[in-house]
């Protein structure tokens, strides 16, 4: 407290939401409930923050983690105790597994009956512990506002993730008033996140890729969240090293770029995977070798040295060993690697690199690009969409959001981004559900933006009830349903490998999906046949504040190729569904 | 491989449970675990021994050292230091044998801490051996009751675990 400053005292309810405002938050996702009434008066008496009403507590979580990986800002949400807190669980793990900061403001009984077993009692701090990055349980008003700036904190900084802060009823009370002050900032004795990278390992990191001959980067979500994607677009350019992206990294380097080679990994394009294993050096940025990009570790990248950079120090050495670790920021790392390897541009050996590429554009132009596939008369094929999806909006810097399956590998692999945090999806946790209100946390922070969601039949039924939100606060997304009436990668998987036993990968009585927007209050369209694909595509985008649904009917029997095989390297891959690597 | 860890952690309500959970959630092994403040009463002073690859105890130690409550810790193993484990221990205690106990608790410098007519509790601390070898020597079927408090250490030397 200042003396002589006019100090107000707010009850604790009142220094929740205050502290949201002064922590700069705009929105918050939440839905209400016996915990949080005194909150959510607090809220009614206030208009610096805008609550928006969700339908499903999921859904609330997801919003937060759509604005935030888009914007790089944790999102809030706020949710009642027991069920409210239990229903967000999914939505952390999701933004878990991917490094997305996010506040959960959970409220809790009153704390004297903590333990109790009290109507919508859940120990929330509890359950969540295996997939936060930190949680706070309040046990005093006056802590209130540093907790608060700690948990953004501890969100926002080092490698991101979701904090969780349970708020007992009875620190909510109106009644009591409190002085309050929102801190500057806040210190943590034990947390200090790495603020640079080793200058001699990074040296060393610059010789090896100047010295090598057959050189890839790898890059992944945390150049995203680093905010580094200037500073690799600016090395791989100055180096003409090849660039691949892991599926969280899509965006990080400008995907309509020559020297981009595609995604990697399990449905990686046949041209990054290749030269991912016959690489001498890979410089993996902001990546964590998920077993989605390496296939057998064992048999991953036999000649290559691995320099990988990642600002937190677990993710180094996890499932791969490393021969130069450099724990710190992508972002000064990268730069300290570009400033340096200006330098030593001479030591480069331009004759050897030459033959790399011609290496890598036998092996694009061999298959006939990235990702090739066969079109059918009369048949609309999944990629076919995602490409009409991408000519119609390439040139509006659009966001796209997904759910999980084949959808989500189709659109990873046919819609080219060139910018950063464009690209939204759960790489991760793979939460089905996650891309209508991904897509709606978006839109709502970027009004004028165009925002799509690709989707399935089978994922969009997992959070469909927040069309009616998106009726509620108008929020003119467009649905792109890729409907091919089966859970795709599921029934993908049954064929190649349980002799095509489709067991309960198909779904009965699918809703007509048109009218089902309709009643909802939105535009449904329906495609069945190829030559309605572009119109409805651009129709769709055309109608700009409203919600359409584009319900296109596309081939069951489509597969996502390339598709690596259990067990072998990263080159061993079905291309089609009879011809393999 | 055998590792001693010794953890300095902020002294709130959870960090414990973030510890333990830790453990379980990415499949690592605790063979003992104790935990107490220390004189700097904010913090509290844990010791886990557990057991694993090298690469495996790099893991734990890099992901003990995430957790935001972890203040520091030390891999004790890693140089000199000395382990101590606490054992009480009820043995049968009459007839011949109480003479014999006896002279087996000064032969390990335990003490009789508590005594009836057929039963002796004796106080140990030692390494885990030799706790293991004091009950060879009493033999097991004369064992009523061990309760063990589990390993902690500390560097010998001038090295500290500190702020």
Redesign the interface.
């Known amino acids: 407290m200042t003396e002589g400053k006019q100090v107000e005292l707010l009850s604790g309810a009142d220094m929740v939401v205050r502290a949201l405002a002064d922590e700069g938050v705009e929105y918050i996702y939440g839905y209400p409930g016996g915990a949080l009434l005194h909150v959510y008066d607090a809220i009614f008496r206030q208009d610096k923050i805008t609550h928006i009403l969700v339908r499903h507590e999921q859904a609330a979580t997801h919003m937060a983690d759509g604005y935030a990986r888009s914007s790089g800002k944790a999102g809030v949400a706020l949710v009642t105790s027991g069920p409210g807190a239990t229903n967000t669980i999914t939505g952390i793990a999701t933004a878990y597994m991917d490094s997305i900061p996010m506040v959960v403001l959970s409220g809790q009984v009153p704390s004297r009956f903590i333990g109790t077993d009290m109507f919508q009692e859940t120990d929330m701090?509890?359950i969540s512990?295996?997939i936060v990055?930190?949680?706070f349980?309040v046990k005093r008003a006056e802590d209130i506002p540093e907790v608060i700036k700690k948990a953004f904190y501890?969100a926002q900084t080092g490698r991101p993730g979701p904090v969780v802060v349970d708020l007992p009823k009875d620190i909510t009370d109106l009644t009591k008033k409190f002085p309050y002050e929102y801190p500057g900032k806040v210190k943590?004795?034990?947390?200090n996140p790495p603020q640079k990278g080793h200058t001699g390992q990074i040296r060393k990191a610059v010789d090896l890729l100047m010295k090598a001959r057959r050189p890839i980067i790898y890059a992944g979500g945390g150049v995203v969240l680093g905010d580094a994607s200037d500073q690799l677009t600016r090395l791989a350019k100055q180096t003409g090293v090849p660039v691949t992206n892991t599926l969280m990294g899509l965006g990080s380097y400008p995907g309509t770029d020559d020297q981009f080679v595609g995604m990697l990994g399990m449905h990686g394009s046949y041209t990054a995977n290749l030269a991912m294993h016959h690489s001498d050096l890979v410089l993996a940025v902001g990546v964590r070798f998920d077993d989605r990009v390496t296939n057998s570790t064992s048999k991953f990248c036999p000649t290559a040295k691995i320099v990988h950079v990642d600002i937190?120090?677990?993710s180094i050495?996890?499932t791969v060993p490393v021969d130069v670790p450099i724990v710190g920021p992508v972002l000064s790392v990268l730069k300290e690697m570009n400033d340096l390897a200006v330098a030593s541009a001479g030591a480069q050996d331009k004759e050897a690199l030459s033959n790399w590429w011609k290496q890598i554009n036998e092996w694009r132009s061999g298959q006939g690009g990235l990702f090739p596939y066969e079109t059918a008369e009369g048949i609309i094929k999944p990629q076919q969409v995602v490409q009409a999806l991408y000519e119609v909006t390439k040139n509006d810097d659009a966001y796209i959001t997904t759910d999980v399956g084949q959808h989500q590998m189709f659109a990873a692999q046919h819609y080219l981004f060139n910018k950063p945090n464009r690209w939204i999806t759960s790489g991760g946790l793979g939460t089905m559900g996650f891309g209508l209100p991904a897509a709606m946390g978006v839109k709502l922070h970027n009004p004028d933006a165009t925002v799509a969601c690709v989707t399935g039949e089978g994922s969009i039924q997992m959070n469909i009830q927040e069309l009616s939100t998106c009726r509620q606060y108008d929020l003119g997304v467009k649905v792109i349903n890729l409907n091919n009436q089966a859970l795709g990668m599921v029934r993908q998987w049954q064929t190649m490998q349980y002799s095509s036993r489709y067991s309960h990968s198909y779904m009965e009585s699918l809703p007509d999906f048109k009218k089902l927007v309709e009643a909802y209050g939105h535009v449904g369209i329906t495609v069945t046949e190829a030559k309605d694909l572009m119109p409805a595509m651009e129709e769709a985008f055309s109608l700009k504040d409203r919600l359409v649904f584009l319900d296109v009917a596309v081939d069951t029997n489509e597969h996502v190729y390339p598709m690596q095989i259990k067990d072998g390297s990263m080159r061993d891959m079905w291309l089609t569904k009879t011809e393999r690597t | 491989m055998r590792r001693i860890i010794s953890v300095l952690v902020?002294n709130e309500?959870?960090a414990l449970?973030?510890i333990v959970?830790l453990f379980a959630?990415r499949n690592y092994n605790i063979e003992s675990l104790t935990v107490a403040p220390t004189e700097d009463e904010t913090l509290s002073r844990l010791t886990v021994v557990t057991d694993g690859k090298p690469?495996t105890i790099?893991?734990i130690t890099?992901?003990l050292?995430?957790l935001?409550?972890?203040?520091?810790l030390v891999d004790l193993t890693e140089g000199a230091h000395i382990e101590r484990e606490l054992m009480l221990i009820k043995v049968k205690a009459h007839g011949a044998l109480r003479a014999e106990i006896k002279r087996t608790a000064d032969i390990f410098r335990g003490q009789i801490v508590d005594v009836t007519s057929g039963v002796y509790t004796v106080q140990l601390t030692g390494t885990g051996e030799k706790l293991d070898a004091f009950i060879d020597a009493v033999g097991e079927s004369t064992v009523l009751e061990v309760v063990r408090s589990g390993v902690t250490g500390i560097a010998r030397g001038e090295k500290v675990l500190s702020?």
Do not use: C, F, M, W
């Open positions: 701090v509890g512990r295996p990055k930190h949680s349980l501890i943590i004795r034990s947390y937190d120090p677990a050495a996890k | 902020e309500p959870g449970s973030r959970g959630q690469e790099e893991q890099k992901q050292n995430k935001i409550d972890v203040v520091k702020l």
